[in-house]
């Protein structure tokens, strides 16, 4: 272990690179023509490029770094929150006004404006809904209402952590499974099995569903209120770019929940038990330029071992204790798209793990078959023909 001195500008400055689309945004919004395709081409291709130049960071911090000393890294992840309501209520604003914007360009735009609420904005929700501080987890919740997305914290804590690489988890990708394929399932099963997951918890308390501490509720609520301010600031129109940027980013956020986890499943111990989750359940990626814009995401293995872990300390492994991305999330984003490409690059790798850590097991048939059972039901892998 490398023990970094977290205090120092140059390990803290780096990691808010993200800050820099945010001007670019608004170069996007007031010039238009080509120059709408700034975000995406900045977030996927120019990130890529650095990371080939820049290539892996293989240091790992002291994990034993006191909390104070996080002081700025805590607080530039909850100054994102303003920064994004600021900029896309303030860009419908303006080009609802404007009126300088044909609907493509205005279209390509808020694609784009999925990358700051998405790539970062959802990133940045993540980092904050794991923290235990209540006006943390309020950040979250306003950074995912933004992308009517709000579920996907009880979803993500409440589901996919505990239940990562076996079949209860919706946001597993299924080996062989494509993407388009994954993307659908999600959207078909998530919003039910987060709201199921808290129903469950309630139960537990001897609480009905519709309780007031339910978070659904807080969910409903902010998501309105960003449907309404969109509505009020650009009319009709600033309400469709609104859902536009909102689709967009959950796209990006699912393409990202697709490449973490594809084809890496718990071993089943029988009795409705998996093994704990490990460091090798996660795609690792150590590159650096895209950990600095996704502050540390990519060290997600890690992350699932210690999932109370602030990003600055995440881990990152070696190939021996956990799997490796060829090329960081944007480039593999990219590539998860075209299901042939990713297959070709991406199954090789599922089986060398596959034989690497579990050569005991000849048959993964049950593994691939992830339904969603229903609550309370420990599930476990269905026999069947093996494939791959």
Known sequence: MTGQDMSRPSALLP????????????VSAVYGGWLVVLLPLVAWWVFTALDGLLGLNEENPDTDTDEAALYWYRLGVMAWVPVQFVTLFGVIFYVTRSGHLNWLELWVLFFGMGVITGTVGIVYAHELMHQTNKAERWLADILLAMVLYSHFR????????????????????????????????VLRSGPGSAFRAEKEKL????????????PFWRYWIL???????????GGWVGLLLFIVQAGSAVWQLELTNYVEHYGLT????????YEHVKPRHSWNAAHKATNWLLINLQRHSDHHYKPDRRFPLLQTYAPADAPQLPYGYPMMTLVAVLPRVWRRVMNPRVQKWRGMYYPEITDWSGYNKLRLPEPGVRNRPEAGSAQG
């Open 203 to 214: 139960a537990k308390r001897g609480l009905p569903w519709s309780d007031s501490r339910n």
């Open 223 to 233: 998501q309105a209120v960003m449907l309404l301010l969109a509505l009020v600031l």
């Open 154 to 185: 009880s979803e993500h804590l409440l589901v996919h952590h505990p239940y990562v690489g076996t079949s209860r988890d919706t946001v597993t990708a299924r080996f062989n499974e494509n993407f388009h394929r994954f993307f659908a399932r």
């Open 266 to 273: 718990r071993k089943y111990l029988g009795d409705g038990r």
């Open 15 to 26: 990691f808010w690179l993200s800050y820099l689309l945010v001007p670019l945004a608004w």
